[in-house]
């Protein structure tokens, strides 16, 4: 197990965590390699469904990162996106997943300094939580 | 509650003649105890149909979806509600109906009655205070307020919210009500109880939908669990797709349940599902002080924000 | 015909006996009710029932089914080919069923056994099957049995019939699958022939003549399916509905199914679901055209298949065994009594409405 | 027992792109095992469920003909999940055929004059119909042959060097139409399905059959004329088109009233149809 590495997905905003990214990239900084950055129009267009699918294909966490209140492109999409996540989480985890597995963060094009230190940190927690127990989609087989 | 019922019979049978609505929707007798049927009269010669009773707990607000005709609408506290709804999110014109309000002192658990007895019971009567079951062999009497429905016993909203006529006098509404009592406790557990709480109670779930169905909210033209490309929700009983159903079928309810417990009432399993949208419900009081159906001119919680809105869980 | 005592006292034992040669299935009561299920080496059926919540056809017809396996996996020489998979078919006994679930598996079996056609899941499951009933000597006020071809102490289907008398059951035997269950069983003592038939005739007269709730469904087959389906009276029957599965789930003679596929990395099945008129996505074509796109005519399509539709195709009366759980179950009080008698009474000459 | 729910495996042969939007291709396939040609022994009008493991199955007309030996043809409209995924679909790819389902009426046609009517994708059945009537040792069994196929516009006629083909010969009538067309070279009818029946079909009587396979607009239209000509609606034959998944009479989704679209049809006279609800 100690060799074991977390899959995260990230979903991350086109206007702006997307390109902290790219701008971690251009800069050379380092950040561990866990997260698989799936790039969205913005927070507003995520959809609950994709953060389940992540979780019942197997993903270890989910990561959704966009744009600072206020700093919306569309101006209030993240506003939206705010209230449903919220909801979201308290829901997620009262049904039995661990808090660690699922992270929100805004960050601007510009941070590509706090983008690198959220990637470390959404990873590290995902990591210490270990593989998920539950919650995994096989193709489902009865036999009797 | 044959006050009640005679009430009812005469606003409706008014109504039609004076030809302010085309029908009215409301309930009759059923056939077996503790159930009766959603209907609609068009005459005022058929209203005789009419009852009400401790059994009305159905959410007639589901029939009024996209209908076009001038409807009169017999509704208790919750269905007022959920017709608040319907008018926000533009499934019915306020303008349409016409709206029969019944103060209502909550409806009677028949899984919890049913479960009470060993043998069939037979017939169900009802009094103010009292519901007198019988069967072939055995005749008991209960006390009415021991056998409400768990959602009618938390509930603070027994008048109509919004009405054009009413079938009673307003009630005194319950105070000092603990909704979430439930809620909190298994918020309290560890996340491996709460993992297993919900797996026992959506373990004998047969993915009929008659909690989505029965739903007044519940009318998206195609629900997620059958859209095809991607297909998000996989169609065995396999408990990840069961729980990943129940999970977004509560989500999508956020903000807009009433708690009228009409899943709850419509699952042939028995399955406690208002556990799921209750944790919305509570969550949507605490962060965004919302309680849904109140009012025609407030939009609901996910569909405005306040730009102070909390958020100590993002980084 | 052979009638057999067994003394509750050797009941278990003789279960005890069964268990390896046979998987049993009986009713147990899982905290509000009866459920079928496989008994363990020791478990009990609870046969004081009144019957199983949903009906026994997932003994027969899991809601889910593996199909066929495969592999994705292009390295692989038979990938993309679908592969039967192994399946239990090894004998197993429905203990305590009651007859008109018995019933109901011949009415289905007509389905998925036909000439052109044979539905190789379920006749296999069907064939591994034998049915131990229990005869009802307290049908509830919702059965309709005897008026839908059945009874509560109906044999057709069974291998065995068990009648209650208190201290014991009387077995009759009614296939030579019955008789070696019986032998397995160890349960030996014959019971005075002509004194077990007439106890039996006795209890079966009491037991039909509790049956409070009848159909009628004299008429059905010689009205016209354009006039039935063209009836006025659908939107009423309707209105209550709100398009679950619940009846067609809980029903025994109900047997429509989907036909998925799922992958779960490079391997995947083919599975089968059971499926339900009920739902818009049961017709719904590629296109998004829709036959039967609103609720009146999924509704009408429910009670036509199984009043007139069945009657009509195999002329042996209606697809229903009267078990009445689609009344007991459905969420809004949709009866299948009432809406038997409009359509037996429908006259469309008067447009007699109801 | 033989499982009628596996399919046989097929490798696609070739992929051709029929239509100038695209959406249709026409999949050859060849049978992975040559015993399993012989056991899908099957009449044009038939249809087969095409299976691509992961993804699921449809029901799809054969339009190859069984005097065309050695493959299988689909031509398959992209609409939903499964025909999506075939049209990603490259040549040497493995699926599935499982079949043939449905009935054939080719004992009734025998002797008789065939008016073939059919329009847009729905012409695919009707090919095979064609292909095994043209065949040399089937042409003496049929009297005239009369073909009336519509398309939107000249590149979304399917077959378009058959149809030339059969145009030259003089043992079958084509006509051809299109709704509309800006094509100066054009040299056919232009003009929707039924105004073309109403001037080329032949009058109907007890020798002539009408065969109709097309978009349920054009069927409605193209029924009064057909009365109009005095076909009489047993002489009218129609292939219905339903959701199905078994195929063979047993998942319960394809009925109308009592009949199963894919087991009893997909073929039914208008003589059938209107003793059945109209559910479809």
């Known amino acids: 197990m100690k060799d074991w590495e977390p899959r995260i997905v990230g979903f991350l905003c086109n206007w702006c965590t997307y390109g902290a990214a790219d701008l971690a990239g251009i800069s050379r900084m380092q950040y561990p390699p866990n997260v698989k950055a799936i790039r969205i129009p913005c927070t507003g267009r995520m959809s609950p469904k994709f953060i389940l699918a992540a979780f019942m294909k197997g993903a270890d966490g989910v990561w959704v990162s966009g744009c600072h209140p206020g700093d919306c492109h569309y101006l209030e999409g993240n506003y939206y996106a705010r209230r449903k996540f919220a909801l979201f989480k308290n829901l997620i985890e009262y049904m039995g997943i661990e808090p660690g597995r699922l992270h929100f963060s805004w960050i601007s094009s510009a941070e590509s300094t706090k983008f690198a230190s959220t990637v470390k940190e959404v990873t590290s927690a995902v990591k210490a939580l270990g593989p998920r127990k539950h919650g995994i989609k096989k193709a489902f087989t009865v036999n009797s | 509650m044959s006050d009640y019922t005679a009430k009812i019979k005469e606003i409706s049978a008014r109504l039609l003649k004076e030809e302010k609505v085309e029908m009215v929707i409301g309930f009759r007798k059923g056939t077996v105890p503790m159930m009766n049927e959603p209907c609609f009269v068009k005459t005022p010669e058929d209203v005789k149909e009419l009852v009400w009773d401790s059994n009305c707990g159905i959410n007639l607000a589901n029939y009024l979806t996209d209908r076009k005709e001038k409807i009169g609408i017999i509704a208790k506290g919750c269905d007022s509600r959920n017709i608040v709804t319907h008018i926000i999110e533009n499934k019915v014109k306020r303008e349409q109906l016409l709206i029969i309000g019944v103060p209502c002192k909550g409806m009677i658990d028949k899984n919890k009655i049913t479960s009470m007895f060993e043998n069939e019971i037979n017939e169900v009567l009802e009094d103010e205070e009292n519901i007198i079951v019988k069967g072939k062999v055995f005749e008991k009497t209960l006390n009415k307020n021991d056998v409400l429905q768990e959602n009618c016993k938390i509930c603070i909203h027994r008048n109509p919210v919004i009405s054009d006529e009413l079938a009673a006098d307003l009630l005194d509404e319950q105070k000092d009500i603990d909704r979430y009592e439930d809620v909190r406790k298994i918020e309290a557990m560890a996340t491996e109880d709460k993992w297993k709480y919900f797996e026992d109670l959506l373990s004998p779930c047969i993915r009929c939908y008659a909690c989505r169905n029965a739903c007044p909210l519940c009318y998206c033209p195609t629900c997620f669990v059958d859209e095809s490309r991607p297909q998000w929700v996989g169609k065995s009983l396999d408990p990840t797709d069961t729980r990943t159903f129940h999970f977004l079928r509560a989500y999508h309810c956020a903000g807009r349940c009433t708690d009228c417990g009409a899943c709850e009432r419509a699952c042939p399993m028995g399955i406690k599902v208002r556990m799921f949208t209750k944790k919305l419900e509570k969550d949507c009081l605490e962060l965004y002080g919302w309680e849904a159906g109140l009012s025609l001119d407030e939009r609901p919680p996910l569909d405005t924000y306040r730009p102070n809105d909390p958020e100590d869980f993002i980084k | 015909m052979k009638y057999i005592n067994i003394d509750k006292k050797n009941w278990a034992s003789g279960l005890e006996n069964l268990y390896g040669n046979y998987r049993l299935f009986g009713p147990v009561k899982n905290n509000k009710h009866h459920v079928l299920k496989e008994l363990g080496k020791g478990e009990l059926p609870d046969l004081n029932y009144i019957n199983t919540l949903l009906s026994p056809k997932s003994i027969v017809f899991p809601q889910s089914e593996t199909m066929f396996e495969y592999s994705l996996d292009e390295s692989k020489e038979d990938h993309h080919i679908l592969k039967e998979i192994n399946k239990d078919y090894s004998p197993r006994a429905l203990i305590g069923i009651r007859p008109c679930d018995a019933a109901s598996f011949l009415l289905v079996k007509r389905n998925f056994d036909t000439p052109e056609y044979k539905d190789p899941y379920w006749l296999s499951a069907y064939e591994a099957t034998i049915c131990i009933g229990l005869a009802c000597s307290n ?71 509790k049956i409070a709730s009848f159909v009628s469904t004299d008429q059905l087959k010689n009205k016209s399916t354009i006039d039935l389906y063209g009836a006025p009276f659908w939107e009423k029957i309707a209105f209550a509905c709100i398009n679950c599965g619940t009846c067609t789930y809980g029903c025994p003679t109900c047997w429509c199914f989907d036909i998925q596929d799922e992958v779960s990395k490079s391997s995947g099945i083919r599975m089968r679901n059971w499926d339900s008129c009920m739902y818009p996505l049961f017709t719904l074509h590629g296109t998004g055209y829709n036959p039967r796109n609103t609720k009146v005519q999924r509704v009408r399509q429910r009670f036509m298949h199984k009043l007139k539709y069945y009657v009509d195709k195999y002329g042996d009366g209606i697809q229903c065994v009267g078990c009445g759980r689609c009344i007991r179950l459905c969420p809004v009080n949709i009866d299948i009594r009432r809406v038997c008698d409009i359509m037996n009474n429908y006259d469309s000459r008067s447009r007699l409405e109801t | 027992m033989q499982n009628p729910y596996l399919p046989y495996p097929v490798r696609i042969d070739e992929i051709i792109t029929e239509t100038e939007d695209k959406n249709l291709k026409t999949f050859k396939l060849v049978f992975l095992n040559p015993d399993d040609e012989e056991k899908f022994s099957y009449m044009p009008g038939q249809f087969a469920e095409l299976s691509v493991a992961g993804m699921g199955e449809i029901p799809i007309g054969i339009a190859s003909s069984p005097t065309e030996k050695g493959f299988l043809k689909f031509t398959v409209n992209k609409v939903g999940l499964v025909t999506t995924c075939l049209h990603s679909m490259k040549a040497g790819d493995i699926i599935g055929v499982r079949g043939p389902l449905g009935r054939h009426i080719w004992d009734t046609l025998k002797g008789k004059n065939v008016v073939i009517i059919g329009g847009g994708f729905a012409f695919t059945t009707l090919r095979s119909s064609i292909i095994y009537m043209l065949d040399p040792l089937n042409r003496m069994n049929f009297k005239e042959i009369h073909v009336i196929y519509g398309a939107r516009s000249p590149g979304m006629l399917l077959y378009r060097d058959e149809l030339a083909e059969w145009e030259t010969r003089d043992d079958i009538n084509m006509h051809i139409t299109v709704d509309g067309t800006d094509d100066p070279d054009w040299k056919y009818n232009v003009g929707f399905v039924p105004t073309i029946t109403e001037q080329k079909a032949p009058p109907g009587n007890s020798d002539t059959y009408a065969l109709i396979c097309g978009p349920p607009i054009m069927i409605k239209f193209t029924q009064p004329v057909l009365d109009k000509l005095g076909y009489t609606h047993n002489h009218i034959i129609m292939s219905l088109e339903m959701r199905m998944k078994c195929g063979i009479g047993i998942c319960g989704r394809c009925n109308i009233g009592k009949k199963y679209v894919c087991k009893d049809g997909p073929i039914f006279t208008l003589a059938e149809l209107d003793n059945m609800p109209k559910e479809y």
């Open chain 3, 139 to 209: 049908p509830c006020s919702t059965c309709f049995c005897t008026s839908a071809g059945c009874g509560p102490f109906h044999e057709d289907g069974l291998d065995l019939l068990l009648v209650d008398e208190g201290e014991n059951f009387i077995a009759k035997i009614l296939t030579p699958r019955g008789e070696n269950f019986i032998k397995s069983a160890g349960w030996k003592t014959e019971a005075d022939h002509m004194a077990a038939k007439k106890t039996i005739k006795n209890m079966k007269m009491k037991a039909e003549e």
